[in-house]
């Protein structure tokens, strides 16, 4: 589903790998800003990846995303994997939850990757403005009913409340909103798809039924990446 994106970023991230080159050539230079550029960013430090939390990542339409930004949906992408985790420990057993466990051990590494966070974060976002451009909507009371949810099985999973406790509280807070917000409506856009190839094909099993929905959802993606302006702020980060 992802294909173009990652062909996009994997350009991008090219082109920050040789800014991260050049950085290196011109080190006096930048040793020579060490210390105003230190005193800038006292008060956020720096993370291992070279980003502070209000550092631009990137940019779609207008709409900037923070590195902040981009380590909160690595947290809800983690956060996610730990419950799903908690469902199949509840009902599997044996060789079937030791394959499961290691899958879900496997998508935690996954997930701390910066361009697979990245290129989540702008699919979400992508379709969050498709949806609003096709006029969907979603009511308050039904994103504060997901929120309060997601907020239940949260606090009674011991390694999600742990993910969530290491994340700033008041950025975490303030981003839940908006994040279901584009969730809901992004689900809204798939749910759409899906029901187009139900009445399309009324008796074709679930399988055939799921795979036509994620290659419409694809190709639908792919064009609205097409007709988005999206820069990737952090390809110039020296």
């Known amino acids: 589903m ?30 020579s800003r060490a210390g105003a550029e230190g005193q ?4 956020t430090p720096a993370t291992k990846e070279g980003f502070t939390a209000k550092d631009k990542v990137v940019t779609i339409s207008g709409k900037v995303l923070s590195y902040e930004d981009l380590q909160f949906y690595q947290l809800m992408n983690k956060v996610d994997i730990e419950l799903n985790r908690s469902v199949d420990e509840k009902n599997l057993e044996g060789e079937n939850l030791k394959e499961k466990l290691a899958y879900w051990d496997e998508q935690l590494k996954y997930h701390d990757n910066f361009n697979v966070n990245l290129s989540k974060m702008i699919e979400q976002h992508a379709m969050y403005l498709l949806a609003r451009e096709k006029g969907l909507d979603v009511e308050n009371a039904a994103v504060a009913k997901t929120v309060e949810e997601f ?20 950025a975490y807070k303030n981003r839940l909103n908006n994040y279901f917000t584009e969730k809901l409506l992004t689900q ?32 639908l993606y792919q064009s609205q ?12 980060k020296q």
């Open 188 to 219: 809204q856009i798939f749910d759409t798809l899906k029901a187009d190839v139900i009445k399309e094909k009324p008796e074709a099993p679930e399988i055939e039924i799921a795979y036509d929905t994620s290659k419409n959802y694809e190709e």
């Open 2 to 31: 992802k294909r173009i994106l990652f062909a996009l970023l994997s350009l991008l991230m090219i082109s920050f790998g040789l800014a991260a080159c050049q950085q290196n050539e011109k080190q006096p230079a930048a040793e």
């Open 151 to 170: 907020t239940a099985k949260a606090a009674q999973n011991k390694a999600a409340s742990q993910l969530i406790s290491e994340f700033p509280t008041d």
């Open 40 to 43: 800038a960013s006292a008060s």
């Open 225 to 236: 990446i097409a007709s988005l302006e999206i820069k990737i702020n952090a390809a110039e």
